[in-house]
């Protein structure tokens, strides 16, 4: 375990986020680390998630499972939960090009899943990288960082935007549709979830592209905010770039923008750029006054972390509003001198005129608490937080497998309590990584896990959590 601690500290030190697809392979180097730790643990479970509702196969002989699913699930308007994987089984022990999966719940009667698309890459696109989001017609929508045009993007294409519309009656296959295939210019490897208006037009992000070399050089940029708007023929819908950004005002967005309720700008968050280059921001992206065509971008926080002032660093996460407009958020790094870089924080804006002040909601320090926190915040109707931790909550799997967290208001601060502690192996799940919990209105939340659920090759859960 001291080798993947030092692979962590060395990823945050050396500022791999900002390195491109060099950073991203050393967080794939990480994370693969703790997997490999979370499958040799021997530790047995002292307790089990509430319900483990469905334990992936993975690379089983002969299973067709999705692999390691990241990002979570949505509700369907069928009320069936949908999620993504970036791998999925294709029968033959094979990783595949990742998949789009269905789960149905049965009361006290066993989930089940069932894949609805397979990824087969190419022009297709591959290895999905968000949630799906739904309209009102019950098309879903999502995004892969992969394929596209495969002339661009060192070949491997810059990925694309899918919509995937349910079988007529009910039965049958879903169909897929790409309808956007992006170029370095206009922005590479969209990220995070799409966000729709009450228009119709799909809204989201860029990890890469737009232009700005700082940050990626061969790629082209520190990414892009852009539009998509449903055409008034053919499949392809019309696209637009809002915002290409530059590394001094915030670099390597990373989706999941929500509007404010007036639909006036987007926000979201970039875990680079700003006043510390290497420390991301919270920003606005202010829609055009009738007959104005410029989208209006700021940021409105900016991160600078060092050890002795408990501020955040890198969020990766999206932002939610409560009732009162604060905004929420998480950042994956700082907010403490341990884990080599800070476990990260819990943050709230709180609109001050027009400015924000921003202060600590919680910070983690490890140990039995959480680290380092990936994921969206879950708001409920009472105003508690909810999130996940992708490590930390215990000595199980050498680092912690996670935990889920709850922050509930109490006058102008918030109460902290564990909710579960993930023990991963055969009846827990353990890494919920980046997957935002969904709250079903009432007293569960839903979630996924990269991995646990098997005695044999751990491929991840989908799970719940009854409320207290």
Not at 46 to 67: C, E, H, M, N, R
Not at 117 to 127: D, I, P
């Amino acid at each position: 375990m001291a080798d993947i601690i030092w692979l962590y500290d060395r990823w945050h030190s050396e500022g791999g986020l900002m390195t491109g697809r060099c950073g991203s392979f050393a967080r794939g180097l990480y994370r693969a680390a703790l997997l490999s730790a979370v499958g040799l643990s021997l530790a047995s479970p002292a307790w089990a998630t509430d319900q483990i509702v469905y334990a992936f196969k993975g690379l089983a002989a002969g299973s067709f499972d999705p692999y390691q699913p990241e990002y979570g699930v949505v509700k369907g308007p069928d009320g069936k939960l949908y999620g993504t994987s970036r791998e999925n089984g294709d029968g033959n022990q094979s990783f595949g090009k990742g998949a789009v999966f269905q789960i149905t719940l049965r009361n006290n009667h066993p989930a089940i899943q069932k894949v609805i698309y397979k990824f087969k890459g190419g022009t297709r696109g591959s290895l999905p990288e968000g949630p799906l989001v739904f309209d009102s017609a019950g098309n879903a929508y999502g995004t892969t960082p992969h394929g596209g045009h495969m002339n661009d993007c060192q070949t491997q294409g810059c990925g694309t935007v899918f919509k995937l519309s349910p079988p007529v009656g009910g039965t049958g296959k879903w169909t897929y549709t790409v309808i956007h295939r992006f170029t370095s210019a206009g922005g590479s490897s969209p990220k995070g979830a799409l966000t729709f208006d009450s228009a119709g037009n799909l809204y989201g992000a860029t990890w890469y592209g737009g232009g700005d070399n700082y940050c990626t050089g061969d790629i082209g940029g520190c990414g892009v905010i852009y539009q998509l708007s449903p055409p008034s023929s053919g499949v392809l819908w019309d696209f637009k770039v809002l915002h290409k950004f530059q590394h001094l005002v915030g670099a390597v967005p990373n989706g999941g923008m929500i509007f404010d309720q007036a639909e006036s700008a987007l926000y979201g968050t970039a875990e680079g750029g700003g006043t510390s280059p290497l420390d991301g921001v919270v920003f606005k992206l202010k829609r055009p006054a009738p007959g104005n065509n410029h989208w209006a971008y700021s940021d409105i926080y900016n991160f600078v972390y060092h050890n002795d002032n408990a501020d955040g660093s890198q969020p990766q996460s999206g932002l939610v509003f409560d009732a009162s407009g604060n905004l929420y958020g998480t950042t994956q790094f700082g907010g403490s001198a341990n884990c080599g870089g800070g476990c990260g924080i819990v943050f709230k804006l709180t609109p001050s005129g027009n400015n924000w002040v921003k202060s600590n909601v919680h910070v983690f320090t490890w140990g039995n608490d959480g680290r380092n926190p990936f994921s969206s915040l879950t708001i409920d109707g009472a105003g508690n937080l909810y999130g996940t931790t992708s490590s930390g909550g215990g000595a199980f799997c050498g680092v912690g497998c996670g935990t889920v967290y709850k922050l509930e208001p109490n006058g102008g601060s918030f109460n902290y309590s564990i909710l579960h502690s993930f023990q991963g192996g055969a009846n827990d799940g353990s890494v919920p990584h980046q997957a935002t919990l969904l709250w079903d209105g009432s007293t569960k939340l839903y979630g996924t896990t990269t991995a646990g659920g098997a005695a044999s090759d751990q491929a991840g859960t989908v799970y719940s959590v009854t409320l207290p």
